[in-house]
């Protein structure tokens, strides 16, 4: 038994001459990722230029952009402005002589879809991961009381709801 035994632990000298015997293991790695549904907006500016005597409605535009995750329904909403009473008696001021000129923002290019901050006068979208650009549609009615030579400015608050 001696002699048989002898002869395994040689054969196994042998056999191995030298190199190492190998082992293995196994584990898992665990990959997550969450995306939160979320949105950006960037506005512009609305520039009416200069102007006379405001006897005629001025028509003008602006774009704002708005990036929101795929899938992800949004509104978009513009209050009244600094100088405004409610979102439908929006105002311009002017700090040097304190007079104002009254004007209106819509969502539609027939200047008839007043756009608020409230569930009606709303614009709506679904986010598609990519910038998407909206128009806001501005005027200037024919004021009933002249304004005087001035500059005027609003600041309007962008709010998208998501």
């Known amino acids: 038994m ?42 512009g500016t609305m520039a009416f230029g200069t102007q006379g005597v405001l006897t005629s409605a001025i028509n003008q535009t602006a774009t704002i952009s708005v990036v929101c995750t795929n899938s992800t329904n949004y509104t978009v909403g513009l209050d009244q402005g600094t100088f405004g009473s409610s979102v439908t008696a929006r105002k311009m001021h002017s700090t040097t002589t304190g007079a104002d000129v009254d004007y209106s923002l819509y969502s539609d290019g027939g200047r008839t879809t007043n756009w608020g901050n409230t569930s009606g006068s709303w614009v709506s979208g679904t986010g598609t991961g990519t910038s998407q650009s909206l128009t806001i549609y501005g005027q200037i009615p024919a004021q009933t009381t002249p304004a005087p030579a001035a500059d005027y400015t609003d600041s309007v608050t962008i709010t998208v709801t998501y």
């Open 2 to 43: 001696k002699k048989v035994a002898a002869i395994a632990v040689a054969s196994v000298l042998i056999v191995m001459n030298g190199k190492a015997i190998a082992a293995t293991a196994t584990g898992t790695l665990g990959v997550t990722l969450t995306i939160a549904a979320t949105c950006t907006v960037t506005g």
